[in-house]
């Protein structure tokens, strides 16, 4: 089978390094791509939402499965653009179409979902330029922490937390009169605080059936201690330590069941990945958000986790028949350490030169924003390579990646140094 995986990240390096182990998989192409996937795959110069160049490549190498990615293309449509081709529409695609995509790309219809199916979550409101005023009488009223987050896609960095009331309603207007985030911010939620520990589960859907895949915890920050701006990712470890039988439980029963019956109900045929972002509130899952695709860095250390042959899982997704199919999971911990530009997540430099460091048995790494020249591979991003490590234990996962991130080299590289470390103590 011929297939084609959508984006440029680490996630779709990852995707592709575990595609690239199926004896099912013959032809792999990754359109745009990245220095990484240049290695393993064929990379086509096609931009994510370029339905039609998509087209073109899919007819052109007989390509039979398709694999979306990021969330952009999912909330424009590529599904329903396959879907209503009569030339794409056999072509197995996994990906939600844009219905389903709202999960993610719209946080008011989000969050009205949550409600209305009774999967637990912040109490929030909404508000628009209109209903400014309105906004600030509200947070008026709000003990702090406040919490403001553009209803569209903004890139991962839509969310504004502040211990600060004015600071809040400074926010809100930025957000609303001045075009902060972009169309992103056209709506605003202000949402209640909550407080506990993050993190990631991951179910794939075949819009009846599901599996839920190995859980991850990343760390957001810039900063070591979680201090600093918000990036798309610093890092990620999986197993979560305290997210025990029981816990993952309450998660299946109260939050994935209840959303998987919702989307039935509301007539959402959803195929795909449903990023669930939890707050473990004393033993309670609470959901922050839902993404319709994979995370990233996630996607670094739950896919090195996943024994099952990944295209065999992908074709059972898309063909709706994951109740066919029997999930394995190593049981080693995986940590990864994302090595970024200087500067980022505001200004950076692009084109630095790069050394890196070859992987063993233990180790895998993951390229984000790179690119191959003539010198050699350059950073290509604010992100820009993620560094895996596997171990029997946390302690020697957290020590074989961050040994990797050391080894890579370009001008003004900073990665965090105590990625994993906070969770040590639930392993006492």
């Not at 999930?327 to 530009?341: F, G, Q």
Request: aromatic share 8%; with cysteine.
């Amino acid at each position: 089978m011929n297939i084609l995986i959508i984006g440029s990240g680490g996630r779709e390096h990852a995707f592709a390094w575990k595609m690239a182990q199926s004896k099912k998989c013959d032809k792999l192409f990754v359109a745009p791509g990245n220095a990484g996937t240049g290695q393993i795959a064929t990379n086509v110069d096609i931009k994510v939402d370029d339905f039609e160049g998509i087209k073109k490549l899919v007819l052109a190498e007989s390509i039979g499965l398709v694999i979306v990615g990021p969330e952009d293309p999912l909330v424009k449509g590529i599904v329903d653009f396959f879907k209503a081709d009569r030339q794409l529409k056999k072509v197995k695609i996994v990906g939600p179409d844009a219905s389903g995509a709202r999960l993610e790309g719209s946080k008011d219809f989000s969050k009205a979902f949550m409600q209305k199916h009774g999967v637990p979550t912040a109490f929030s409101e909404t508000f628009t330029r209109e209903t400014l005023d309105s906004g600030l009488a509200y947070l008026d009223k709000q003990a702090g922490p406040y919490v403001l987050k553009a209803d569209g896609l903004a890139a991962g960095k839509g969310v504004i937390i502040t211990e600060s009331k004015e600071e809040a309603k400074a926010s809100l207007k930025e957000m609303l009169t001045e075009g902060k985030f972009g169309e992103a911010g056209d709506k605003v939620l202000v949402e209640q605080f909550l407080k506990g520990i993050e993190l990631s589960v991951f179910v794939l859907s075949d819009g009846k059936n599901y599996v839920i895949l190995p859980e991850a915890k990343d760390y957001k920050r810039i900063g070591e201690g979680d201090t600093g701006l918000n990036t798309g990712g610093m890092g990620a470890v999986s197993p979560v330590p305290f997210a025990d039988t029981s816990f993952m439980q309450k998660v299946e029963d109260l939050v994935v069941k209840p959303t998987l019956a919702g989307l039935q109900a509301e007539g959402i045929h959803y195929v795909g990945f449903i990023f669930i972002g939890l707050m473990n509130d004393e033993g309670n899952p609470m959901v922050i958000e839902y993404n319709a695709r994979m995370g990233d860095p996630e996607t670094e250390v739950v896919l090195p986790r996943i024994k099952t042959d990944f295209v065999k899982l992908m074709v059972a997704a898309a063909d709706g028949k994951l109740d066919k199919i029997k999930l394995t999971i190593n049981p080693k911990s995986a940590v990864t350490t994302m090595v970024v530009a200087g500067g980022y997540p505001e200004e950076y430099k692009k084109g630095d030169l790069m050394e890196i460091p070859e992987a063993d048995k233990d180790t895998v790494v993951f390229h984000a924003g790179t690119k191959t020249t003539e010198a050699g591979v350059v950073t290509n991003g604010g992100r820009v390579i993620a560094l895996t490590g596997l171990g029997r234990t946390m302690t020697a996962a957290v020590k074989k990646s961050q040994k990797m991130a050391k080894k890579v080299k370009f001008k003004k590289k900073y990665f965090r140094k105590d990625i994993g470390l906070d969770l040590m103590k639930y392993l006492d």
